[in-house]
């Protein structure tokens, strides 16, 4: 039997932030059907007991290996029922009927052409994260890597990949819906295909992204509805120097993947060069930096860009 939208949430040791999805979903979800499906990556925070015993009615995928981000929402996709399926983190909460109003607008917009459609987040009651991106591109990991980026968030040039001038505010059509709230039209997912799950984390929406506006498929960014992300925007980085420098290699490697798949072997390869020049100049810049006595952020900062730097030029991984 279809329901309005299948939920499917990907939890890896989340057990607090996902007990507290589940009930947001229950508590904010009244106008349309739904199922929720959980994929967990072989938790052993107790997520897989929390499924058992307190939401039975939780389609639960129990796995015993990490299959990643692409990997375990495809497992949710491929057992969806729903008109729409809608992939959640689970560390954000739904606000004001979230999913509700997303079903509704986009049945309002089924004849516009959009196949993926991203709300609202916030980060605190002050704070909307910067959700939703361009695609990357040599110039994109040019400008970031250098500090450009960050440096001038407001530049509509400098910032063009987190498109830092834009206040989430208004509706707009993005290159990227950022992964941890995406509604997909199944029209759309039937002739797209699920996630390239080649992908373990990072850069996978932005390659299913690509592949929905190649068929004809917008993907659209609407305030009319948000969610809280108890992780996102700033709060992500709050992490040991280790997973963040694992993170952070992880997060290059997945965008190098994209170029390869998708831009062809010379943006490839730029993108390659960019990171192997850039990444020892950061290395010592930020060993300087941390010299002088700059505090705890520039030591994570050393800690990831040497990580990156031994990966990109000898294939060394961060170590766990």
């Not at 990997?71 to 008109?83: D, E, K, L, M, S």
């Not at 290395?283 to 520039?298: C, I, T, V, W």
Request: net charge positive; with cysteine; hydrophobic share 40%.
């Amino acid at each position: 039997m279809s329901v309005d939208v299948s939920i499917v949430i990907v939890n890896w040791n989340a057990v607090d932030y996902l007990r507290g999805c589940l009930r947001s979903i229950a508590e904010q979800t009244r106008a349309c059907t739904y199922e929720v499906i959980v994929a967990d990556n072989a938790s052993t925070d107790g997520s897989q007991e929390l499924l058992r015993s307190e939401f039975p009615a939780v389609r639960a995928i129990l796995n015993d290996a990490n299959h990643g981000f692409a990997g375990g929402n495809n497992q949710g996709i491929a057992v969806a029922r729903g008109r729409y399926v809608l992939l959640l983190n689970p560390d954000t909460v739904v606000l004001d009927g979230a999913i509700d109003k997303c079903v509704a607008y986009a049945d309002e917009l089924r004849d516009a052409k959009i196949g993926v459609l991203g709300c609202q987040v916030w980060e605190d009651a002050d704070t909307i994260q910067k959700t939703c991106f361009q695609f990357p591109s040599p110039l994109n990991i040019l400008l970031t890597t250098l500090g450009l980026t960050s440096r001038h968030p407001r530049s509509r040039f400098l910032s063009r990949s987190e498109m830092g001038w834009w206040d989430r505010r208004d509706e707009r059509e993005v290159d990227v819906v950022s992964g941890m709230f995406m509604l997909v039209r199944r029209d759309a997912l039937d002739e797209v295909g699920p996630m390239d799950d080649g992908y373990f984390m990072y850069a996978e929406e932005a390659d299913w992204c690509w592949r929905f506006w190649k068929r004809g498929w917008k993907c659209v960014f609407t305030p009319r509805a948000r969610i809280m992300h108890l992780e996102g925007g700033g709060k992500s980085t709050q992490r040991s120097a280790v997973v963040s420098a694992g993170m952070y290699v992880q997060l290059q490697k997945s965008i190098l993947q994209f170029h390869r798949k998708n831009r062809g072997p010379l943006s490839w390869a730029a993108a390659q060069a960019i990171y192997a020049v850039v990444m020892p100049v950061r290395s010592a810049a930020f060993a300087l930096m941390a010299l002088a006595g700059r505090g705890d952020r520039r030591r994570l900062q050393l800690r990831q860009a040497l990580a990156a730097t031994r990966y990109h030029l000898l294939r060394i991984e961060p170590q766990p």
